[in-house]
């Protein structure tokens, strides 16, 4: 008669079985009796393997569903859990549960009820075993947020990335709204260069209106593609919403316009320049100058000098 494996080979048997689980983030009862380790599906037995498990900082108790489950954790995190002091494993414990939105230090500290310098020595010895890292929130730069080492913070709390140190970075999202409107522009307009008495090409080209029916307007998912495809971001995946919310900013200012039913984007512009790298003298300060349809203007035509009403806003300047 086969003697019955001890408690130890018991609880060795079944974290192995659940590391094997890749689908598996949390189990309950039923998982670990699933796994066939525990004799008979003995219910008593399983609950005191696991209890040794917990113990041991191998098995973490979860809640799923009004459930109690138990997650599994990796033997060098539990080696680095059982370190810690009483009052170390509380506070760590207040930031984990706190997940990718983090924990404002003073929460923390009023949820510990312990002492100021207690508190903080906690925290130091949590950061330089590197368990914890504090970030800045967009929200409120001047808090002290805590989160797990091994996490990001979400985009709620950091603002995405048009947020740096919890401060908006105007200069990137400018450059980043300059290149979506370039972009557009260069899908809105087609050029056309004019030959000169000698039938040579000239060096100046014409910026004409896509023919009726013309749908290679961008889209939002198209302009995504392009930034990403561009490495302009330097690593930084930029996400639908976000181009979205830098498309509705050139929306407001006017630079472009809701082509395709909303789906697609339109230049109002046949080229986008820098006001301070501008030449100025006489015709750059009439409005021909600096007219964005300048080469669509003509006798007759839908733009012309005779109807144009920047020349009135000009001279009464």
Known sequence: ??????????????????????????????????????????????????????????????????????????????????????????????????????????????????????FNRCLKSLESKSLIKQFVSAKNSSRKMYILANLQPSEDVTGGPFFTDGKLDEEFVHQLGVWIENYIISKSWRHHSS??????????????????????????PEITRAMNDSKLTSGVVMKEAEIRHLVDILLWDGHIIEVMNGRGFK???????????????????????????????EEGGPVNARSCAYFTDWLDS
């Open 1 to 118: 008669m086969s003697e019955e494996p001890s408690a130890e080979e018991l609880s060795k048997a079944l974290y192995a079985s659940c590391a094997t689980q890749a689908s598996h983030e949390l189990f309950d009862q039923s998982d670990l009796l699933s796994l066939k380790v525990i004799p008979n599906d003995d219910i008593k037995l399983l609950l005191s393997i696991v209890q040794k498990l917990v113990s041991d900082g191998l098995f973490k108790i979860m809640n799923r569903d009004r459930q109690i489950c138990w997650k599994l954790i990796s033997q060098g995190d539990a080696a680095k859990y059982k370190q810690l002091t009483t009052e170390e494993a509380m506070i760590f414990s207040y930031i984990e549960s706190a997940g990718r939105e983090g924990i404002w230090a003073r929460i923390c500290r009023g949820r510990s009820n312990l002492h100021a310098t207690v």
């Open 195 to 220: 030959r000169d008495a000698d039938g040579k090409k000239s060096k100046s080209r014409k910026s004409l209106p896509m023919l009726p029916g013309y749908a290679g307007y961008p889209t939002v």
């Open 267 to 297: 230049s109002v512009r046949t080229f986008l320049r820098d006001e301070d790298d501008l030449t100025r003298n006489g015709l750059t300060e009439a409005p021909c100058g600096d007219c964005p349809v300048f080469d669509l203007c």
